[in-house]
C-alpha cells in the first residue's frame, strides 16, 4: 500500500504539518509514502512523489474533501494505474450522515434529512421535538452560537452561519434529536479492514458491532456517554480524513503500518 499526504507548500519534502510526523513514521517503518500538491487539484494536476506505480493501492491521509474533490482524487489515483484503497461509493458510505445512518440508527440519535430550501421550516416545525441538533450531511455549525436549534427559526438561523463559514451546504441538511451527553467521555476509534482499533487498547462493544455494519475499508468512529452511561454513537467518518484526536502518532502509525 501507498499512502499519499499533501504537501508542506513552505517544504516540499515535507507532508503538511499535521500529518509530517505521521509520514516521517510511516516512511521510517518501510512504508511507501509520497506527497503531493493538495491545491493543484482544483487544476487536474496530480505529480506526487515518489512516483505513484502501475498496481500500486492508495490511501490518502489528508484534509477532508467534499464528494466533487474526492471523485476527481480517485480518478487521478487511476489515471495513474493505481486503485485507491477507498473508492468514491465508499468514501460517501462514512462521509455523508445518511449514507450509514440507517445501519447504524439504534445506536445514534434519531435523525431526519431534508433539503435546504423553502420548506425546511416547516419540515422542522412537524417534527415538534422542541430541541433540534443542525448540521449538513457532514459538519455541524463552529461558531459561538453553536448548533442546537429551541424552534424552527432558530434551525433556519444555524443554517445561514454553516454557509457563511463554511461556504457551502454538503448534502442537505441533517436534524438531529438532542441527548444529553458526558462530553468529556467521547472517543474516537477506527476501523480498517473490519478490525476495531482503539487509542488506548480496549474497544468497547458497540464498536465491534459498528464494524458489522459499515461496509467501507477505513473509517472513524466517534462514541460518547450519555449522561446515563449508555455508549451512543456520535458520528462516522472516513478514516482518510479524520483527525486521530487523542491518538498518539505511533499508536495510530502502527495501525497504517499493520494494514500497509
Given at each position: 500500500?501507498?499512502?499519499i ?64 474533490r ?7 489515483v ?31 440519535a ?33 461558531t ?22 463554511r ?32 487509542p ?20 472513524s ?13 456520535v ?17 495510530f502509525?502502527?495501525m ?5
Open positions: 500500500m501507498r499512502i499526504y499533501p504537501l508542506n507548500p513552505l517544504e516540499s519534502k515535507e507532508a503538511d504539518e499535521p500529518y509530517q510526523e505521521e509520514f516521517s513514521f510511516l516512511k521510517s517503518n518501510g512504508v511507501d509514502c509520497s506527497l503531493f500538491d493538495f491545491d493543484a487539484l482544483d487544476f487536474d494536476e496530480f505529480r506526487p512523489k515518489p512516483k505513484i506505480f502501475n498496481g500500486d493501492v492508495v490511501l490518502y491521509r489528508g484534509w477532508m474533501l467534499n464528494p466533487e474526492y471523485r476527481k482524487l480517485v480518478d487521478l487511476k489515471s495513474k494505474d493505481a486503485m485507491p484503497v477507498t473508492t468514491y461509493d465508499k468514501y460517501l458510505n462514512c462521509h455523508h450522515l445518511p449514507s450509514w445512518y440507517d445501519s447504524c440508527a439504534e445506536f445514534t434519531e435523525s431526519r434529512f431534508f433539503a435546504d430550501d423553502e420548506n425546511l421550516t416547516k419540515n422542522v416545525e412537524a417534527l415538534g421535538w422542541g430541541a433540534y441538533f443542525v448540521k449538513d450531511f457532514v459538519k455541524s455549525n463552529s459561538e452560537r453553536g448548533s442546537i436549534a429551541s424552534s424552527p427559526e432558530e434551525v433556519t438561523e444555524i443554517v445561514e452561519l454553516i454557509k457563511k463559514y461556504g457551502e451546504i454538503e448534502g442537505g441538511i441533517a436534524i438531529r434529536r438532542v441527548e444529553n451527553y458526558n462530553e468529556e467521555t467521547e472517543t474516537r476509534y477506527f476501523v480498517f479492514n473490519g478490525k476495531a482499533y482503539s488506548e487498547g480496549k474497544v468497547p462493544e458497540i464498536v465491534l458491532d459498528i464494524a458489522q455494519r459499515i461496509d467501507a475499508p477505513f473509517y468512529v466517534d462514541i460518547i456517554q450519555r449522561d446515563n452511561g449508555v455508549y451512543r454513537l458520528e462516522v467518518g472516513d478514516g482518510q480524513v479524520s483527525d486521530k484526536k487523542t491518538w498518539s502518532t505511533s499508536i502509525s502502527k497504517l503500518l499493520e494494514n500497509a
